[in-house]
C-alpha cells in the first residue's frame, strides 16, 4: 500500500463515522460539557479554561466619531504580555445591544481590510469587535510553522496556531460582554477563510457564542488530503488532531445554536462535494436535537472569498438571530464603499509594543513536560505509569488495544557459507505487510545444535544450567538505506550475536519520495497519527512477530537504531516494556527541533509527546533496561545516564566508540 493511499483510507474511515454517536437529546449537555473538554484538551487550552483569567489591560489608542458609531482602536492583552489590535466599533445610543465579533483572515492588514464588514454591522446596531491574527495584524508573529518554516516540531509540541486565535477570541469575547452597550446573551462570531475556520473553532470553545456564521472555512478530511486541499492551508485551519476526529465531529459541538455555512462552490481550498457532505453530516446532529431549522448553507458561485451575496446572507442571519429581525435578503445594503485609511484604524501605530509575546507564542502557549526528579525505583515506576498512560491516550491513540496478532509468515529460508537467513513478513495494520529478516551464524547454529563430542543433539531449550542463550540485535534501518538487508545502523553486530532487520513504513519496498514527505507529515497529523507513530507501531508489531519465530523465543532482543529511527526504537522499547535494551547512534536530542522548510530531515514529530516526555527521558524511563550510545551522542542524555547511575543495578548504561569493542 502507498503511504498516501494509507492516508486517504484512514480520512475515509474517520469521515465516514462522523458524526459521532450522539446521546439522546436530553443528555446532551451533559455529553456536550464531557466533549467541549476533550477538545480543550486537543487544543492545549484546558489549563487556561481552568485558571482564572488575567486583567486584559484593555488600551485605547484613539477613538474616530462617524455617522451612526464611534471607532476605538485598541488592545488588550488574552495573556500577560500576549497582546491584540482591534477595532471596536459602538454604534451611537447603543444601550443592550447585540454584538458581533469578527475573525480575520488570512490577508494582509487585517482589521483594515475586513473594516468594511465591522462598519456594515455597526450601521445595522450592532456593536462589533475586529481583531488582528497574530500572523498578519500589526504584530507579525506566525501561523505558518509547518506550512513555511518546517516547524513539524509544532505536532510534538501539541501546538496549532488554532489554539492562540481561539483563546484570543475567547479573551475578546470577555472584552465585549464588559461592555454595558452588550447583551451578552446575543453574541454572533463570524469570519472569512481562517477566520471562517477560528468561528468554528471558537465557537466550539465558547459557550457563550449564540450564533456562527463561517465563511470559507469548512470541508471534510479526506478531501483536504485526497485532493491536496490541505496543501493550500495554513496551520490555523485545524486544531490538533490527537484522536482522530472528523472536523464534523469538532464542529457538533457548536450545535444546537444558529449556524449559517457559507462557501464558494469553485473555491480551490474546500471541494464542492466536501462542503456539502460536511453540511450533510453535521445536519444529522441538529436534527438529533430538533434543531435543523438553525442550520443553513449557502453556497455561492465563487472562488475563495466573499460576494456581495454572502454578506447580505450573513447579514439576514445576525438580524434574525441576535434581533429577532426576520428581514428578506433582498432587504438588506451591501456596503457603502467607504474605507479609512490604515493608519487611521491602527493602534500600535507602525511601533512593535514593548514586551509582546506573540512572536513566541508558539513556544510557551502550550507548556512542555519538565524532567522529574526520581531517586528510586518506585518514583521510576510511578513516572513511567504516568508517562505511558498519556503516550497511549493523547499520542498513540490510534494503536490498537490490544495490538492485534502480527500474523507472521514465513516467506523463505536461505544460507551461504557463513549464514542462514529467514525472511518473513508480518502486518503492522491492515494492508500493510512488512518485511523482515532473520539471520542466524552458522558458527552460532552448530553451537545450538551441540556439536562437541558427548552432546550430539543438544539443542538450544537443552543448555547447560547459567548459559545464556546469544542475544538477537534487531535493526531499524533508515529511509535513506538503500535495501534494508544492508544497513548497519549501529556499526555492526556484537560478536556472538544473531541480527534480525525489520523494515518500518518509509524503510525499503514501502518508501516514498522526498517531494512527498512535506503533504505527508501534516495529512498524517490531519488523522491523528504521524509518520513516526506509524514506525513505532511498526517496530512493536515486528518485535511481536520476532518473537513468535522459534529460533528467537527466550533470547534478549535488543533494538538499534541511528537518527530519526533512534527516537522510533526508544518509544518502541518504552512502550513494549520487554527489550533487553536499545542501541542508538546519533540520536536526535530532543524532538522539539525544526527541520527544512520543504519537510524533508528528520521525521520525529508525535502528536503531543512533548507535553509529557522528551527522548532524553523515554531513555531513562527505559531502566532496567540497557543502554548503549555508539559515538557522541547529545548531552541531553546525560539526564538518562545520570538517573541509570543513580538507580544502579540491574540497569546499565554505556558509551562506546564502536559496538564491535562492546560486550554485556
Known amino acids: 500500500m502507498h503511504i498516501h493511499e494509507y492516508l486517504v483510507k484512514v480520512a475515509r474511515q474517520i469521515d465516514a463515522a462522523a458524526p459521532a454517536q450522539l446521546p439522546p437529546a436530553a443528555e446532551w449537555p451533559a455529553w456536550h460539557k464531557r466533549r467541549q473538554e476533550e477538545y480543550l484538551v486537543a487544543l492545549g487550552l484546558d489549563g487556561y479554561f481552568a485558571a482564572a483569567r488575567p486583567p486584559l489591560n484593555v488600551k485605547i489608542t484613539a477613538s474616530h466619531q462617524r455617522e451612526g458609531f464611534k471607532i476605538l482602536c485598541l488592545s488588550f492583552e488574552s495573556l500577560p504580555g500576549l497582546k491584540v489590535a ?29 473594516q468594511m464588514h465591522a462598519r456594515r454591522f455597526a450601521q445595522l446596531g450592532f456593536v462589533t469587535l475586529v481583531i488582528d491574527t497574530v500572523q498578519y495584524g500589526e504584530v507579525h508573529g506566525y501561523h505558518h510553522g509547518t506550512y513555511a518554516h518546517g516547524w513539524h516540531h509544532w505536532i510534538s509540541r501539541g501546538y496549532t496556531p488554532t489554539a492562540v486565535e481561539v483563546w484570543n477570541g475567547v479573551r475578546a469575547i470577555d472584552l465585549l460582554l464588559d461592555l454595558e452597550e452588550v447583551d451578552g446573551r446575543r453574541l454572533g462570531v463570524t469570519g472569512n477563510s481562517g477566520g471562517g475556520a477560528i468561528t468554528w473553532w471558537l465557537t466550539a470553545a465558547d459557550n457563550r457564542v449564540a450564533a456562527a456564521a463561517p465563511t470559507c472555512g469548512t470541508g471534510m478530511i479526506t478531501s483536504h488530503i485526497e485532493d491536496r486541499t490541505l496543501d493550500g492551508h495554513c496551520d490555523c485551519m485545524f486544531p490538533m488532531n490527537p484522536w482522530g476526529w472528523s472536523l464534523v465531529d469538532f464542529s457538533a459541538l457548536v450545535a444546537p445554536r444558529p449556524c449559517l455555512v457559507s462557501s464558494a462552490a469553485n473555491d480551490a481550498l474546500f471541494t464542492e462535494a466536501s462542503i456539502r457532505e460536511f453540511h450533510r453530516k453535521l445536519a444529522v446532529v441538529y436534527d438529533h436535537l430538533g434543531a435543523g431549522d438553525k442550520l443553513e448553507l449557502f453556497m455561492y458561485p465563487s472562488s475563495h472569498g466573499y460576494q456581495p451575496e454572502t454578506r447580505r446572507n450573513i447579514s439576514r442571519f445576525f438580524l434574525k438571530h441576535l434581533m429577532g429581525k426576520d428581514v428578506p435578503v433582498e432587504m438588506i445594503a451591501d456596503f457603502d464603499g467607504h474605507k479609512e485609511e490604515l493608519s487611521t484604524l491602527a493602534v500600535f501605530r ?5 514586551n509582546d509575546r506573540s512572536t513566541t507564542v508558539q513556544d510557551w502557549l502550550v507548556p512542555k513536560a519538565r524532567p522529574r526528579e526520581i531517586n528510586s525505583t518506585a518514583e521510576l515506576a510511578e513516572e513511567r505509569r504516568r508517562v505511558l498512560e498519556a503516550l497511549r491516550k493523547n499520542t498513540f491513540a490510534f494503536f490498537p488495544q490490544p495490538l492485534p496478532d502480527p500474523d507472521i509468515e514465513m516467506v523463505h529460508e536461505s544460507w551461504t557459507d557463513h549464514t542462514k537467513t529467514w525472511f518473513f513478513r508480518y502486518t503492522s495494520e491492515p494492508g500493510w505487510r512488512l518485511p523482515g529478516w532473520l539471520y542466524l551464524p552458522l558458527e552460532e547454529e552448530k553451537r545450538e545444535s551441540g556439536s562437541g563430542e558427548g552432546d550430539q543433539g543438544k539443542r538450544r531449550d537443552q543448555r547447560d544450567e547459567g548459559e545464556r542463550p546469544a542475544p538477537i540485535l534487531l535493526q531499524l534501518p533508515g529511509s535513506k538505506d538503500r535495501h534494508p538487508t544492508m544497513a548497519s545502523p549501529v556499526g555492526g553486530v556484537p560478536r556472538g550475536w544473531l541480527r534480525a532487520v525489520i523494515a518500518c513504513r518509509g524503510c525499503g519496498e514501502t518508501a516514498w519520495g522526498e517531494n512527498l514527505q512535506w503533504h505527508l507529515r501534516r495529512a498524517a497529523a490531519l488523522t491523528g497519527r504521524t509518520l513516526a507513530s506509524l514506525r513505532v507501531l511498526d517496530a512493536l508489531q515486528g518485535l511481536a512477530a520476532l518473537r513468535r519465530l522459534p529460533l528467537a523465543k527466550g533470547r534478549p532482543i535488543w533494538l538499534a537504531a541511528a537518527g530519526e529511527m533512534a527516537a522510533v526504537a526508544l518509544y518502541a522499547a518504552l512502550l513494549d516494556g520487554q527489550t533487553a535494551g536499545v542501541i542508538l547512534r546519533d540520536p536526535p536530542a530532543t524532538q522539539d527541533q525544526p527541520g527544512p522548510s520543504d519537510g524533508s530531515g528528520p521525521m520525529i514529530e508525535m502528536i503531543n509527546c512533548l507535553r509529557y516526555t522528551d527522548l532524553p527521558q523515554v531513555a531513562g524511563l527505559l531502566w532496567p533496561q540497557g543502554l548503549v550510545f555508539v559515538g557522541p551522542r547529545p548531552a541531553g542524555y546525560l539526564w538518562a545516564e545520570e538517573l541509570y547511575d543513580r538507580l544502579g543495578a540491574p540497569g546499565a548504561w554505556w558509551n562506546v566508540r564502536e559496538l564491535s569493542a562492546w560486550t554485556i
Open 350 to 354: 507602525g511601533r512593535v509594543p514593548a
Open 86 to 114: 482591534g477595532n471596536l466599533y459602538i454604534p451611537d445610543g447603543a444601550a443592550g445591544a447585540p454584538a458581533v465579533l469578527y475573525l480575520c483572515g488570512h490577508a494582509g492588514l487585517q482589521k483594515g481590510h475586513y
